[in-house]
């Protein structure tokens, strides 16, 4: 079946093939976020360690998926060879960075909004932070896709393939994550899934400016993937754990976060 997923997105234009694997990691986190109408709440300890899970995720794919292939594909050698993945990596947290401080938002388990001064509401705001973080997932296998096509053989499409259901295991939880708690604030359940699923669009849109800018700009690939590995790091260390550290039972998101972590580096390297 794989073999076969690949094949067919071999056939592909590169922005066509990380449009769909973008909708497809924006279908999950819909998939995730439409668990709504089925329950009326979530246990807040499996909804910590869901998010520990994500962190786990993002932090190996960060490693092996983006930053491993970034400095194996640089030429030269020593400090040579490293420099484009540390300055790739350095504009990519600097990046959510700046979004941060631009952007007002709202995170899961915090009352005090973020950013400048709003009057938007509170299930706006917390949209707008889930999709923060969903942009540099969409971005690196965007990246990815456009790697494969210039053809670089560090950049595979398995392995595009591959980020892009590592990032959708993660965000069906994300999902999750985003619905239950806008539900638990008086939204209808069909409001609490829009904004839920809205979180992701993000994704398939960061996507295609992935695979467009290194598919027209090939030289830049190698500091693609560390800015993506960058994003994705900061915003697991910013958002994804301090948000999972607001409760009692915090051993709990960190046991899922050894299992997000084990679950994707396993698939990455087995797969990948």
């Given at each position: ?6 094949a067919y ?8 093939a990380a449009l769909?694997?973008g ?5 999950v986190?819909a ?6 109408f ?5 246990n807040?300890?499996?909804l910590?360690?869901?998010l ?7 932090i190996?794919a960060s490693?092996w998926?983006l930053?491993a ?10 400090f040579?060879?490293?420099m484009?993945?540390?300055?790739g990596?350095?504009?990519?947290a ?7 401080k631009?952007?007002p ?6 009352l005090?909004?973020e ?16 999709a ?5 997932e969409?971005?690196a296998?965007?990246?990815l896709f456009?790697g ?10 398995a392995g ?5 259901m590592?990032?959708?295991l993660?965000n ?8 239950m ?6 939204l ?12 992701a669009?993000?994704e ?7 695979a467009?800018a ?18 994705m ?6 958002e994804?754990?301090?948000?999972t ?8 998101p960190?046991?899922g ?10 698939l ?5």
């Amino acid at each position: 079946m794989i073999d076969n997923l690949i094949a067919y997105f071999e056939t592909l234009n590169p922005i066509v093939a990380a449009l769909i694997a973008g909708l497809f990691t924006w279908g999950v986190t819909a998939l995730g976020a439409a668990s709504v109408f089925l329950f009326k709440g979530v246990n807040k300890k499996l909804l910590n360690g869901m998010l520990g899970f994500t962190g786990g995720v993002m932090i190996a794919a960060s490693f092996w998926s983006l930053l491993a292939p970034a400095i194996e594909m640089s030429e030269g050698e020593s400090f040579e060879k490293v420099m484009p993945a540390a300055i790739g990596f350095l504009l990519g947290a600097l990046f959510i960075f700046g979004l941060d401080k631009l952007m007002p938002h709202l995170h899961l388990n915090f009352l005090k909004t973020e950013g400048p001064k709003s009057s938007l509401h509170r299930t706006t705001l917390l949209t707008i932070a889930i999709a923060l973080h969903n942009i540099p997932e969409g971005l690196a296998v965007g990246v990815l896709f456009g790697g494969a096509a210039a053809g670089h053989s560090e950049a595979t499409i398995a392995g595009a393939i591959l980020l892009a259901m590592g990032i959708g295991l993660q965000n069906f939880p994300e999902g999750i994550a985003v619905s239950m708690p806008l539900r638990r604030m008086g939204l209808s359940r069909r409001k609490s899934f829009q904004y839920g699923q809205m979180s992701a669009i993000v994704e398939p849109i960061f996507a295609v400016l992935g695979a467009w800018a290194v598919a027209f700009f090939i030289p830049i690939l190698p500091y693609a993937l560390a800015f993506a590995a960058g994003a994705m790091i900061f915003v697991v260390i910013e958002e994804v754990i301090p948000e999972t550290q607001q409760e009692e039972h915090s051993d709990i998101p960190m046991l899922g976060f050894v299992l997000g972590f084990v679950v994707m580096m396993v698939l990455d390297v087995a797969l990948g």
